[in-house]
């Protein structure tokens, strides 16, 4: 039986943050052995946004360098940029003549980022739904990890895979969310009933994955809690329990666990040992990371190599579409 094929991607704006890594990077390692996994950088998605070319291109490096830097392996999982396949931008072209205004219209995200006036409110973030189903179609892509904000999305990818099925026959494989067992969602250091974004205005609310640990330690340090002083895992304890997580998730423990290891201890004491079981499970990774990306050759080949193979593996179904359509 042929393994199911999962897609996901990241948007390569700015370093990625802890909350990128615990709620979706280390788990995606875990998929390869049971899945075809393509993961993107989606240079793409990021130009709906006005970027400085130099900075585009050397986040979109780092980010592909620390999806391997992480354990996704390229020999085992497709790593490639989303720009070096046209297919992509070549598929959203004909899937747009098949999305109704009326459908892109009721996406929430694009609602909230259009109310927003400061906003460069170009057609590409309008349309930054047809790309996404493009993305996941072109693959015959079966499960797709998607977080809460990217639900809508997916379910917009199904309904256009379906028309087009309905219309010309079966061609897309029609998409499933895939929902992890553990969804970790880490929370903002400063205000911990926020996710931890890293487009968050302030540098203290996230930890990026290329801290340094002195920074690390002084970001934990600051981090909001609460002035009971209690080591408790409760919804009131947003700040603490956000720590906890972190602390579980680098460490690979229980949360019964980890109260039981903090009972009685102070917030100091919580803060220090977080901060050592973070810096302890980032620290391999950066290493790696840094190897990585000074190896210049070796890069260059993994991205030419996985690029070339997406393009393959993409063109078997857009060949499918263009004859289908009429080309
Ligand atoms: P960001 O808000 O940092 O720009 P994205 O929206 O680009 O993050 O999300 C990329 C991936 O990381 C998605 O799979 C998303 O669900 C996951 N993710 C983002 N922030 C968090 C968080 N704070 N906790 C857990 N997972 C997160
Ligand atoms: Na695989």
């Not at 205000?191 to 487009?199: I, N, Q, V, Y």
């Amino acid at each position: 039986q042929q393994k199911k094929v999962i897609f996901s991607g990241m948007q390569p704006t700015g370093v990625i943050t802890i909350g990128n890594y615990f709620g979706a990077l280390k788990n995606w390692v875990k998929l390869h052995n049971e899945y075809n996994c393509l993961f993107c950088v989606v240079d793409m998605h990021s130009i709906t946004t006005r970027q400085d070319p130099v900075k585009l291109r050397k986040s979109a490096r780092e980010l592909l360098a620390l999806y391997i830097a992480a354990g996704l392996d390229p020999d085992e999982n497709l790593i490639y940029y989303q720009s070096h396949v046209p297919e992509h931008a070549e598929l959203s072209w004909i899937l747009s003549c098949f999305t109704y205004m009326g459908e892109l219209n009721r996406m929430t995200q694009f609602k909230e980022k259009s109310q927003k006036s400061e906003l460069n409110l170009n057609a590409g973030l309008y349309t930054y739904p047809i790309l996404m189903a493009a993305d996941i179609l072109l693959f015959k892509t079966d499960l797709v990890p998607v977080g809460n904000d990217q639900k809508q999305h997916l379910e917009l990818a199904r309904d256009i895979a379906s028309r087009f099925n309905g219309i010309y026959g079966d061609t897309f494989t029609v998409p499933e969310p895939y929902i992890a067992k553990m969804g970790a969602r880490i929370a903002s250091l400063q205000e911990p009933t926020k996710k931890m974004s890293k487009s968050d205005e302030n540098p203290n609310a996230y930890i990026s994955l290329l801290d340094e640990p002195s920074v690390i330690r002084k970001k934990i340090k600051k981090a909001v809690t609460d002035s009971d002083a209690l080591i408790a895992y409760t919804e009131e304890k947003a700040g603490i329990r956000n720590l906890i997580d972190i602390y579980c998730l680098s460490k690979d423990i229980t949360t019964d666990e980890a109260l039981e290891h903090f009972q009685g201890k102070g917030y100091g004491e919580l803060k220090e040992q977080v901060a050592d079981a973070l810096i302890a499970e980032l620290e391999p990774i950066q290493k790696r990371f840094k190897e990585i990306l000074s190896d210049k050759a070796y890069l260059d080949g993994i991205i030419l190599k996985n690029a070339e193979s997406a393009s393959r593996l993409a063109e078997r179904v857009l060949r499918k579409v263009k004859k289908k359509v009429g080309y």
